[in-house]
């Protein structure tokens, strides 16, 4: 017996075993709040606010949805009462610890709470923990934790030194705890300025190349470019111009140089979310560039949970720069480090916000319908999957851009394996450039196995140009160059 | 960093190893070896009908006889407190105890005759806990000691749940509001309203179980809360914002101990010259009350009334009948 019957709010229902009330009233549309839920990282029952009735052996208890296991015969109760008293007093603290907090006001508006009888504070955090555990549960870094306790519990971080324990030093500027945050005190452009601005650049180039870059190698330290496209016609179909990161992996996942490779696929509603993909199959779905901003990072710990050994990942820049940061560094990362064998990095100059797919739903086109984006010239390209085409100027969407970005200095993915992007090519195919002897091997074995043909590409100008307006770029936002 | 988790699964179905496991404090692992040696049965003999065997307290406060006492479950408090404590010290009045540490529940004088087990002390809104008891004597506030308790446990918290943290930091400002006379109505009902959510919906034990010290004062002590926030009185003389001391003239000697031992220089008065407590420089440390020979007993502490007004210039000189006992004018 694999099920249990149980009841939530008069509704009788059978549900796997092993689920929460939380996922089993979701799975039936039963919406019950949270603030220290995340379906990336383990519950942790916190803010308490998911709080529900349960009935069994007719005693009634109040109890956290988000961790109690649905039982047989289970009666529950989301709306009782007892637990409108409890999130009401819950919600009415946190609006005197944090008036100004959004989703503090929109549950005091839900719940019908003018004003709090407590005294008034003004902090932005929670405490909710969702950063400490995507840092420690799926980054594998930890550079967040919580310090003091009782009344003064506070987060130390990157972005909050306290106790000058400089974490920001074991931080990979991931993005992760930004991107779970629900109060926006971890801001996803502060964390990059910081962490961009302070990544120790030439002692990861120098432990990964032997040496550091000269001012003048603008796209980093690399042994060769070349202009190349897959040989698989439903790649290039979906892929942006040469469909080279897509049968690259599926070169790597066949030949055994990788057994499961982390990339980013898009659902429908193009929010981005990390895959591990095993298969050609699967390597198929992440096709495509998605351009708004997601901790792909945090890929790896599923792959790795997976019992995977040698992983592959797909990321931009800064993803491949952190990942490097860790395999050359001799920190105490609890990643699996030892797992990571290949880092194929994209060309990036900056990403979007989520909010620019609101946009797009709201102005252009049902996202449902979207089949590809792509970024040509000034234009945003959006194509239909019937074969529309809609092109929105770069300049109508600046709102939307991640301006956290403009604090990188490298547009090439100078740290991975294998870089590739669209840029420097004709139409069609991609540009590759290889970088260590991992990368060279993979496009030599893809070429020679069918999956990619490639030419040596000679004119690396608007390459060169490009990697220099995201230096000057970062120059101007940060003051400072690489350190 | 040690922080409780939600444990919904029994650690006796599911710990260790995912195995069933047995987790006990140390109190109930001594008593496996004498089960084993004499039978359960001689076990259950000891005890109350839902609480079988013996409890350990540490006795302290205001008792005669300090210390740790092993007694049968269902021994009333009074067995405890008076036969093997030896009663309150210097004649003084009980008031309450509380059972189970910092966490646990005031218990008034009515209760005294109570069996001391698990099922009694929970009626009484009290824990067995830690084993703590603490004897209170008259001199005590019980709007004080609930915000002390509180203080406590706002440094012990965790932090990690919301109702433990943002509750405890909620109710410390109320009580340390009532205490130094910025109470105001309905404070009272508020510290009800929070305590009992802190109790319901807190993660672990520690939260649940914090708001016991305030929701058990305010059930038996009501009348406390409301003479603090009312009158602004403190009925057991404790809160220093609410009392003042004051050096009846009647009986003062114009000895200058008090005004030599008063650390704020707050004392006027010379040889044969009643002495006067200037309000506005009292720190209210009690220490003229304390030095004031008994034969006097000059100063007074009084709450919730105003002071009397110094008594004029002209008739402050003393003179002195050397068969009064008090200070005669």
């Known amino acids: 017996m694999n099920e249990v019957t149980l009841e939530i709010d008069g509704r009788k229902i059978k549900v796997e075993k092993g689920l929460t009330i939380l996922e089993a009233a979701k799975g039936i549309g039963i919406d019950i709040p949270t603030l220290c839920y995340h379906p990336l990282v383990s519950p942790s029952g916190a803010c308490r606010l998911c709080s529900v009735e349960v009935e069994r052996r007719g005693r009634k208890n109040i109890v956290t949805s988000c961790v109690y296991p649905v039982e047989e015969g289970l009666v529950v109760n989301t709306k009782s009462p007892e637990v409108i008293k409890v999130r009401k007093m819950i919600i009415e603290l946190l609006m005197a610890r944090s008036p100004n907090v959004k989703i503090i006001q929109d549950l005091a508006q839900e719940y019908g709470i003018k004003e709090t009888r407590f005294e008034l504070e003004d902090e932005t955090c929670i405490l909710c923990g969702l950063c400490t555990r995507i840092c420690e549960e799926r980054v594998g870094v930890s550079a967040i934790n919580f310090i003091n306790r009782g009344v003064n519990r506070m987060i130390e971080g990157p972005l909050e030194d306290h106790l000058g324990t400089n974490l920001s030093d074991m931080c990979i500027g991931c993005g992760a705890c930004a991107y779970v945050c629900p109060t926006g005190t971890i801001g996803l452009e502060d964390l990059y300025k910081k962490i961009r601005s302070s990544f120790p650049f030439g002692t990861v180039e120098e432990r990964t190349f032997g040496r550091r870059s000269g001012e003048d190698e603008v796209l980093g330290i690399y042994k060769n470019c070349y202009a190349v496209r897959s040989k698989k016609e439903d790649i290039l179909e979906r892929a942006q111009d040469g469909g080279a990161v897509t049968s690259l992996l599926a070169y790597a996942l066949e030949s055994g140089m990788i057994d499961a490779a982390v990339i980013t696929v898009a659902d429908n509603s193009w929010e981005p979310t990390t895959k591990v993909a095993t298969s050609y199959d699967d390597l198929k779905e992440g096709a495509g560039t998605k351009y708004t901003f997601y901790p792909s990072g945090i890929g790896i710990s599923e792959a790795v949970n997976k019992g995977y050994e040698d992983i592959g990942f797909v990321g931009t820049p800064c993803q491949t720069e952190g990942l490097r940061k860790i395999l050359t560094s001799n920190q105490p990362y609890s990643i699996g480090k030892e797992k990571i064998k290949l880092l194929v990095g994209l060309f990036c100059l900056d990403t979007f916000k989520q909010e620019l797919m609101g946009f797009i739903n709201d102005k252009i086109t049902r996202l449902g319908e979207v089949g590809k984006l792509d970024i040509k010239g000034r234009d945003l390209n959006i194509y239909e999957k019937n074969g529309e085409m809609h092109a929105v100027p770069l300049s109508d969407i600046e709102g939307y851009v991640n301006k956290g970005c403009f604090a990188c200095t490298d547009f090439s993915s100078e740290l991975a394996d294998i870089s590739i992007g669209s840029v420097g090519s004709d139409m069609g195919w991609s540009t590759v450039i290889t970088r260590t002897d991992r990368g060279v091997a993979l496009l030599e074995g893809a070429i020679n196995d069918g999956y990619v043909e490639a030419k040596e590409l000679k004119d690396l100008k608007l390459l060169i140009r490009l990697a220099k307006i995201k230096r000057k770029r970062a120059k101007k936002e940060t003051g400072t160059t690489r350190p | ?329």
């Open chain 2, 1 to 329: 960093m040690g922080e409780p988790r939600p444990k919904y699964i029994h650690t006796s179905e599911s710990g260790v190893w995912d195995k069933p496991s047995d987790l006990n404090n140390v109190e109930t692992w001594a008593n496996v070896p004498l089960i084993i040696d004499k039978g359960s049965d001689w076990f259950t003999s000891i005890g109350t009908e839902g609480s079988k065997g013996t409890k350990i307290f540490s006795l302290v406060g205001k008792v005669n006889n300090t210390g740790l006492v092993e007694v049968p479950m269902g021994t009333t408090l009074k067995e405890i407190i008076y036969d093997i404590g030896g009663g309150i010290p210097e004649g003084k009045k009980f008031k309450a105890v509380q059972t189970g540490g910092p966490s646990g529940g005031c218990i008034p004088e009515e209760y005294l005759d109570t069996p001391v087990d698990f099922d009694e002390l929970a009626k009484l809104g009290s824990i067995m806990g830690s084993g703590g008891m603490i004897v209170m004597d008259e001199d005590t506030c019980m709007v004080d000691i609930s915000r002390y308790f509180v203080d406590f446990l706002c440094d012990e918290s965790c932090g990690k749940c919301v109702p433990c943290r943002e509750g405890l930091k909620g109710v410390r400002k109320i009580l340390n509001d009532i205490v130094a006379g910025r109470g105001k109505e309905g404070d009272i009902e508020l510290l009800e309203e929070i305590g009992d959510v802190m109790s319901e919906a807190s993660l672990c034990a520690l939260g649940k179980t914090a708001a016991n010290p305030i929701l058990s004062t305010i059930r038996y002590f009501r009348d406390e809360y409301e003479a603090h926030i009312e009158e602004k009185r403190c009925p057991a003389l404790v809160c220093k914002d609410l009392i003042s001391y004051y050096i009846d003239p009647e009986r003062c000697n114009a000895c200058r101990l008090c005004l030599k031992n008063c650390p704020a220089d707050a004392i006027d008065g010379e040889k044969k010259l009643i002495h006067i407590i200037d309000q506005s420089k009292c720190v209210k440390c009690g220490t003229c009350f304390d030095v004031c020979p008994p034969k006097f007993s000059a100063v007074k502490k009084i709450s919730g009334e105003p002071v009397p007004p110094p008594i004029p210039e002209e008739k402050r000189v003393l003179v002195k009948d050397k068969k009064s006992k008090g200070g005669q004018k």
